[in-house]
């Protein structure tokens, strides 16, 4: 089963994560916590490979800290920008397939994947092409659970001040669209944190059953 969370910084994502991560343990269920941008995403498969290459970044320091060197932030920069993130699609789909072969065919493991697909959809939509998302959506394979971890733009602010509210509201209107067109979509308030995680783990297990 492969189970993804998406939906703003400061959704609480990690928090419900953790919590159902645990739960499905509890019951005898293993699982893997893989994430999107550090796991699957072409781009931290490459930095890895450079920093087994030409060593390590401090270990203060985050990989993806455009501080770490000015090498990496270049990199870094140019592997968001949005006509890269365009191309690097299809190899993203590629290394996803592999870890669901590896995890959940040959070892039976829940996958729980923090972002998807869906959230790199987001980071390249303008407002215009909305047909250019609609036409990935349509190959990108749909998760067993595909959750959005749904906010108001303020409280998301309020818990991860990285991103402005205007460009939280922004991003918000796009995950709501986005998931409107997913089949089996689950949309989960996490105004209260027990109540979301209940709710999560209650739509999960249901699933599984």
């Given amino acids: 089963m492969l189970i993804t969370l998406s939906g703003l910084d400061g959704a609480g994502k ?3 994560i953790r919590r159902l991560s645990s739960e499905l ?17 072409l781009y931290s498969i490459a930095r890895r490979l450079r920093h087994a290459v030409g060593g ?7 990989p993806e800290d455009p501080r ?3 090498r990496s ?44 697909v869906y959230d790199s959809l987001a980071d390249v939509a303008d407002g215009r092409r ?8 349509r190959v990108v394979p749909t998760p067993d659970v595909p959750v959005l ?26 995950y709501l669209w986005i ?10 308030r996490n105004d209260d944190l027990d109540r979301a995680s209940a709710e999560l783990i209650a739509t999960v297990l249901r699933r599984l059953s």
């Fill in 56 to 62: 390590q970044a401090h270990p203060d320091q985050h």
């Fill in 179 to 188: 998931f409107a067109r997913v089949p089996r979509a689950v949309i989960i």
């Fill in 130 to 137: 909305w047909g250019y998302v609609r036409s990935w959506m």
């Fill in 14 to 16: 990690s928090t419900l």
């Fill in 149 to 174: 971890v749904d906010v108001d733009p303020d409280v998301a602010f309020e818990r991860k001040q990285e991103y402005s509210p205007a460009y939280l509201a922004w991003r918000r209107t796009v």
């Fill in 68 to 70: 770490t060197d000015q």
């Fill in 73 to 116: 932030g270049t990199a870094y920069r140019v592997a968001r920008m949005p006509f890269v993130r365009r191309l690097s699609f299809i190899g993203d789909l590629i290394v996803l397939l592999g870890h669901r072969f590896w995890h959940e065919l040959l070892w039976c493991r829940v996958i729980i994947l923090d972002r998807y």
């Fill in 25 to 41: 343990e509890a019951s005898g269920r293993r699982t893997v916590l893989l994430t999107m941008y550090d796991d699957i995403a």
